[in-house]
């Protein structure tokens, strides 16, 4: 009792002190956990503060926090909620016949897709259609979320030219020296070499880039690198998803491998430093006597493995 009598007139009568020292408390906990949010803030009302470390390049731009920070820790977790299609929600897709029915037809569809290699130059694929392939493109997983590619789409029929130019320059070379005999054999049944004339023909190239690093604004405004985790195989699912999704708009693609065009393409497209081409899409409508290799696919007992 002695104790209680001593403590609540010590309390009432530094009352001040302690509510000074609880709120340095809870101002510290709170520039700590936004610390990031901070930062962010004083660089956009700080706009004359140089946003570029001088030896990064021309990125003269200012990032927002989602486009560079990806895994910053104060995103909010929400109730997961889809509606697959108009008619079909989520619950709905779950009850077997309709599943069994989508899976079958999305198969279907899937199987008559083909690497077209002979494209017709009309008619053309409007812009929105491929916007809307690009944004479905987007909607692929990544390492941390970092979204790590660029798509690169060319209608301009100069610079599609130029692709052309540099990239059979370089293909020649590797078929005729860096890729070796048994290579160039193996793929003798596709009837290709490092003539490419569909890099013309195509109505767009779709020229994929990984970001091989990211860019934020530090707390001092600066721009500085970030990484970027997995960014091969984030961009690889995503040109897997964008193939889908050419293929279900109705056009025709095949999978161009810029090998060694990279500093080129990069130069011809004023790409930034932290980016890497990867794959060529050209895309578009197939000509009349486009023709295809009579190719099986392997079963599924080939490629699946059921461990129950
Ligand atoms: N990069 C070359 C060669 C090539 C390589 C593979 I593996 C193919 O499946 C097809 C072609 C090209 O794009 O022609």
Same mark, same amino acid.
């Given at each position: 009792?002695?104790?209680?009598?001593?403590?609540?007139?010590?309390?009432?009568?530094?009352?001040?002190?302690?509510?000074?020292?609880?709120?340095?408390?809870?101002?510290?906990?709170?520039?700590?956990?936004?610390? @990031?949010?901070?930062?962010?803030?004083?660089?956009?009302?700080?706009?004359?503060?140089? $946003?570029?470390?001088?030896?990064?390049?021309?990125?003269?731009?200012?990032?927002?926090?989602?486009?560079? =920070?990806?895994? +910053?820790?104060? +995103?909010?977790?929400?109730?997961?909620?889809?509606?697959? @299609?108009?008619?079909?929600?989520?619950?709905?897709?779950l009850l077997l016949e309709?599943?069994?029915?989508?899976?079958?037809?999305?198969?279907?569809? =899937?199987?008559?897709?083909?690497?077209?290699?002979?494209?017709? @130059?009309?008619?053309?694929?409007?812009? *929105?259609?491929?916007?809307?392939?690009?944004?479905?493109?987007?909607? @692929?997983?990544?390492?941390?979320?970092?979204?790590?590619?660029?798509?690169?789409?060319?209608?301009?029929?100069?610079?599609?030219?130029?692709?052309?130019?540099?990239?059979? =320059?370089? *293909?020649? +070379?590797?078929?005729?020296?860096?890729?070796?005999?048994?290579?160039?054999?193996? $793929?003798?049944?596709?009837?290709?070499?490092w003539i490419k004339e569909?890099?013309?023909?195509?109505?767009?190239?779709i020229i994929v880039f990984?970001?091989?690093?990211?860019?934020?604004?530090?707390?001092?405004? =600066?721009?500085?690198?970030?990484?970027?985790?997995?960014?091969?195989?984030?961009?690889?699912? /995503?040109?897997?998803?964008?193939?889908?999704?050419?293929?279900?708009?109705?056009?025709?693609?095949?999978?161009?491998?810029?090998?060694?065009?990279?500093?080129?393409?990069?130069?011809?497209?004023?790409?930034?430093?932290?980016?890497?081409?990867?794959?060529?899409?050209?895309?578009?409508?197939? /000509?009349?006597? /486009?023709?295809?290799?009579?190719?099986?696919?392997?079963?599924?007992?080939? +490629?699946?493995?059921?461990?129950?």
């Amino acid at each position: 009792m002695q104790h209680v009598d001593m403590g609540l007139p010590f309390l009432a009568n530094n009352w001040l002190f302690f509510l000074i020292i609880f709120t340095i408390y809870l101002t510290c906990k709170f520039v700590y956990k936004h610390k @990031s949010l901070l930062g962010n803030l004083k660089t956009y009302f700080n706009k004359s503060t140089p $946003l570029l470390n001088s030896n990064d390049g021309d990125h003269s731009h200012s990032f927002n926090s989602q486009e560079t =920070m990806p895994h +910053i820790n104060y +995103i909010h977790h929400i109730p997961f909620l889809i509606n697959i @299609s108009k008619n079909h929600n989520y619950s709905k897709s779950l009850l077997l016949e309709t599943a069994i029915t989508r899976s079958k037809d999305y198969f279907n569809l =899937m199987n008559s897709r083909r690497s077209i290699r002979f494209f017709s @130059s009309k008619p053309v694929p409007p812009l *929105e259609v491929m916007e809307n392939i690009i944004k479905t493109a987007g909607t @692929s997983p990544s390492g941390a979320h970092c979204q790590p590619w660029t798509f690169v789409l060319i209608s301009n029929p100069r610079i599609k030219k130029e692709v052309r130019n540099i990239v059979e =320059m370089e *293909e020649e +070379i590797n078929y005729k020296k860096r890729m070796g005999e048994k290579w160039v054999e193996d $793929l003798k049944f596709a009837r290709t070499n490092w003539i490419k004339e569909y890099l013309e023909t195509a109505p767009y190239l779709i020229i994929v880039f990984k970001q091989v690093y990211g860019y934020q604004n530090n707390n001092e405004g =600066m721009v500085e690198k970030t990484p970027f985790y997995y960014q091969e195989m984030s961009v690889c699912i /995503a040109c897997g998803i964008l193939i889908s999704a050419i293929h279900n708009a109705g056009m025709v693609t095949l999978t161009s491998t810029p090998l060694n065009s990279n500093n080129k393409l990069k130069r011809l497209l004023n790409r930034p430093d932290n980016e890497k081409a990867i794959l060529i899409l050209p895309v578009g409508y197939p /000509a009349k006597d /486009a023709t295809v290799p009579n190719i099986k696919r392997k079963k599924l007992s080939d +490629i699946m493995v059921h461990i129950d």
